[in-house]
């Protein structure tokens, strides 16, 4: 009897195994609409023979094997067994009065062995002619978690470009992926400032120059001969700038109103209408001072149709000691 049940022991071992193996590859391959209706014992046996698979599909990943096998399968196909690509999709950020940076997000297929490359073609809002640039995705591309970023240089300032990209590989080309456009950066004045549109109280076409320094920013906007300082509605809150113009029977219209780039002080702002000059005419002068010093303003207005410049042209100090040396002004600003 004995020698029999050593017999059996193993017999039945072999069935509780077959028994457990089935009965798992049974939970995992069980849709999730349905395994949210099992008992709770076998959703949690089942969640714990998800986590187990997770972990050793992650070991195996980074184990030396798959690497190996992975570099083998590359080498040996030349790009044979890549999957068809999907263009990818573009997002655009101005970085300079010349360049823009382009960040992909690649639509990857599940396919360890796929290879694929980029190519990026960028024109003219109002143009036609398209130019491309080809990439590839480790030498000219840097890789920020699952996207890839690169720039586009050498473009017209000031400008409104479009942008598209597509894929490419042993298998051809993708179809391109969505356009998205960006206008590049303008060039500071040597102010470190620039012009803005105006409201339609100062008239079709009319802009503002704004100018800054390392403490202060100044607002230059024309004036007519009639218009008084009881004509004008001046309003400064620190993060916002409004300014209206009052007509006679009491409506207001906008001559300059918006979000500023920064804060400013609002107990330290001052405004005057200042006498005719060469450079400017009759104009009404604003002075505000930064919330924060040594800050390069892109713009004066965050808005639409307020072009922005490129900061990294503003120098506030020009490297002659006198200038270098003068810091007074940034004496309690902290």
């Not at 071992?13 to 099992?38: A, E, H, V, W």
């Not at 030396?64 to 263009?87: D, E, H, M, N, T």
């Not at 080309?173 to 950066?185: F, H, I, N, P, Q």
Request: include cysteine.
């Amino acid at each position: 009897m004995a020698a029999s049940g050593l017999v059996l022991l193993p017999v039945l071992s072999g069935y509780l195994s077959l028994i457990l193996l089935g009965t798992s590859c049974l939970l995992l391959g069980l849709p999730n609409g349905l395994s949210g209706k099992l008992p709770k014992p076998l959703r949690a046996f089942r969640n714990k023979l998800l986590g187990y698979c997770r972990r050793a599909r992650e070991l195996s990943v980074e184990g030396p094997f798959y690497r190996l096998a992975i570099w083998l399968g590359l080498k040996v196909g030349q790009g044979r067994l890549s999957s068809k690509c999907q263009g990818p999709d573009v997002r655009l950020k101005a970085s300079g009065c010349l360049e823009v940076q382009v960040t992909m997000t690649p639509h990857l297929p599940y396919n360890p062995f796929h290879e694929e490359n980029y190519v990026v073609a960028w024109c003219r809002a109002d143009g036609k002619e398209w130019c491309e640039r080809s990439l590839h995705k480790e030498h000219d591309c840097e890789k920020v978690g699952a996207k890839l970023r690169t720039f586009i240089d050498s473009l017209p300032e000031r400008t409104l470009v479009q942008v598209r990209a597509c894929a490419e590989n042993t298998w051809g080309r993708s179809d391109w992926g969505k356009t998205a456009e960006v206008e590049t950066l303008a060039r500071p004045t040597e102010d470190g400032g620039f012009t803005g549109p105006l409201g339609p109280a100062c008239g079709s076409g009319a802009r503002y120059t704004w100018t800054q320094t390392r403490t202060e920013v100044f607002v230059k906007i024309p004036l007519a001969a009639e218009v008084k300082s009881r004509d004008i509605r001046f309003k400064c809150i620190g993060p916002k700038l409004e300014v209206h113009l009052v007509a006679g029977d009491g409506t207001t219209t906008e001559m300059l109103v918006g979000a500023l780039h920064k804060k400013v002080k609002a107990d330290e702002v001052f405004w005057t209408i200042e006498d005719p000059d060469k450079k400017y005419g009759r104009h009404l002068s604003i002075q505000l001072l930064k919330a924060e010093a040594l800050q390069k303003w892109p713009c004066l207005i965050d808005a639409d149709g307020h072009t922005n410049v490129d900061t990294r042209l503003i120098r506030f100090f020009t490297g002659d000691p006198e200038n270098m040396s003068d810091l007074s002004g940034l004496q309690g600003l902290r």
